[in-house]
């Protein structure tokens, strides 16, 4: 049996081959705040940080990073075009984060961007190649 399987490359990898490649992880963390004029607590879930402290203070409010959910973006640029193709993997909330599994998913999305376009590249030149020939000069 010949069976084709698809290698999504590492970033070492890419960037040893001469790309750049910018790696963005978010997380999301729950932040506690106290109103100081009520004395009331806060709890608010959905917002999103670069930070990798566990527990961290900003502005007053007392931060926890939480373990599931969160985002990874992936840029790939390439310096001999100077074009950037990026992807981003979305992890659900009730999903635990993986940095890894991001970056995995991420760069696959970037080579689905390569291959689209790729193929919009493509059909141009075969379009201009076929245009040329019904219209000679």
Known sequence: MNETTSVTPTVAGLIAAGYVINVLHNR???VVTKDERT?????????????????????????????????????????????TFSGAAVCRKDENYNKK?????????????????????LVNAITRLFSNKNNPR
């Not at 402290?53 to 409010?61: L, M, V």
């Not at 970056?103 to 376009?117: D, M």
């Open 28 to 30: 999301r963390y729950k």
């Open 39 to 83: 004395g009331k607590i806060a709890v608010n879930v959905d917002e999103y940080t670069t930070g990798a402290a566990r527990f961290f203070q900003s502005k007053g409010a007392i931060m926890e990073l939480l373990p599931s959910g969160g985002t990874t973006i992936v840029s790939l640029t390439i310096p001999k075009i100077n074009r």
């Open 101 to 121: 599994t991001g970056v995995r998913i991420a760069l696959q999305e970037v080579g689905l961007s390569l291959q689209r376009e790729f193929d919009r590249l």
